[in-house]
């Protein structure tokens, strides 16, 4: 789907759409729950959906009402290869159900995009051979046979936290006492944090013993609980984007306290309108594109900790270099940082590409507010925001589908 963008100043208000991070993990907790849990405010964003999947594949029973979503909670003792569990591109999902598959003593079969299956899973593929556990990744699935021990776990810290959280779902439910131990430096410690409040919400006990060492008790069980999902800063941040850039436009449903490490956008914004910072990505990688979009058409800016960009949905450094070289904007992407140059900005030479990448899409629709422009491959918002285009169009910003 290509769309088209025109030239506009945004101005009233909006809600946050709900947290897909927290989304995920209070449903995968409800799925776990004995008993029925209900959980308001959930989006059906492709990544939410695929995780409901995994979840009706190993039992659970989900029945929507409205934004609310009543499960009955399953048995993950109980996996069975013959019925595959669909991540779709969800790399959240995948990474969450890895652990939860290897609960039991059955087999499991885990299937996705070709791209999903590209991203990385050495964590849990050396789990699995320290602990003869088959473990057999194809093109776009993942066959698992054997069960997971309880013991102490060693994680790199400056790898996806979704490992942590996924061991973190699945390490109350065996038999003795577990400790995942996570080598430093430890990035993205937020998502971390935020898995363990939802455990907690739903009965389990799990915590910090130290800066680097978690704590999980075994033999525990899921209760049912009823919760709201609270809003998202990571899809408000380009909202939050187009009012650095000019807009006017009140963001509401966001919790001022919240956990959540996307938070952050609220001063990095601020720095990159006053000046050419160095911004630190390390605990906040989805921020990425829509901070390079601003440093483009504000004062360039230096991103450190940049590497994990490159295992997203796209290669974001890299994508969002190429995007904005047709503003005029000169990047350089290295190893683990990325420099924006403060260069002459323009209307786009060319259709932009959206590189199948959801926050690529948004981000880049930002900058159109400024020049006006087309992208390429819009479709891609569904992942995580199915209805941002329709949220543009009531702030005043005018999008057509060509």
């Known amino acids: 789907m290509r769309v088209k963008i025109s030239k506009a100043s945004g101005k009233g208000s909006i809600t946050a759409p709900p947290s897909k991070s927290m989304a995920h993990r209070y449903l995968i907790c409800a799925g776990l729950s004995e008993g029925e849990s209900v959980i308001s405010g959930i989006d059906r964003s492709e990544d939410v959906l695929a995780t409901i999947d995994c979840l009706q594949a190993i039992g659970a029973t989900v029945e929507w009402v409205g934004q609310d979503v009543h499960i009955c909670g399953a048995n993950p003792l109980h996996t069975d290869a013959a019925h595959p569990l669909q991540c779709r591109e969800s790399g959240s999902t995948q990474r969450f159900f890895v652990p939860l598959c290897l609960v039991g003593e059955g087999e499991a079969v885990l299937e996705g995009a070709a791209g999903l299956f590209q991203r990385p899973l050495g ?20 066959h698992l046979s054997g069960k997971l021990h309880a013991g102490c776990f060693k994680v790199k810290g400056n790898i996806s936290s979704q490992f942590i959280s996924g061991l973190l779902f699945a390490l109350p439910l065996l038999e003795g006492d577990s400790k995942i131990h996570i080598l430093p430096p430890i990035e993205s410690r937020p998502y971390i944090n935020l898995t363990l409040s939802a455990l907690q919400k ?18 525990q069980h899921y ?50 309108c006053k000046g050419t910072p160095t911004i630190h990505l390390g605990d906040c990688p989805d921020l990425g ?9 504000k004062n360039g800016a230096v991103f450190d900790d940049t590497r994990r960009l490159r295992i ?15 503003f005029g904007t000169d990047v ?25 990448d959801h926050r690529i899409v948004m981000s880049l629709s930002v900058l159109l507010s400024l020049t ?18 329709e949220r543009l169009k009531e702030v005043g910003i005018e999008v057509e589908t060509v």
């Open 123 to 142: 964590v849990y593929e050396k789990i699995c051979a320290e602990q003869g556990i088959l473990f057999e990744q194809g093109e776009t699935s993942l």
């Open 202 to 219: 739903f009965g389990i006990e799990a915590a910090w013993a130290d800066e680097k060492t978690l704590l999980v008790k075994g033999n």
């Open 223 to 272: 209760l049912a609980a009823h919760t709201a999902v609270e809003g998202d800063y990571s899809n408000a941040a380009f909202f939050a984007a187009l009012n650095a850039l000019g807009s006017s436009i009140e963001i509401g449903g966001l919790d001022p306290d919240s956990l959540q490490g996307d938070k952050a956008y609220e001063r990095y914004l601020e720095m990159l």
């Open 289 to 297: 594109p829509v901070l390079m979009a601003v440093a483009a058409a």
């Open 312 to 326: 997203k949905e796209s290669d974001r450094g890299a994508c969002m270099a190429e995007e904005l070289k047709k």
């Open 332 to 356: 350089a992407v290295y190893e683990n940082s990325i420099v924006v140059y403060p260069t002459a900005f323009h209307k786009p030479a060319a259709v932009l590409s959206a590189h199948n």
């Open 372 to 389: 006006g422009g087309e992208i390429e491959g819009a479709e891609a918002v569904r992942k995580s925001f199915p209805d941002f285009f």
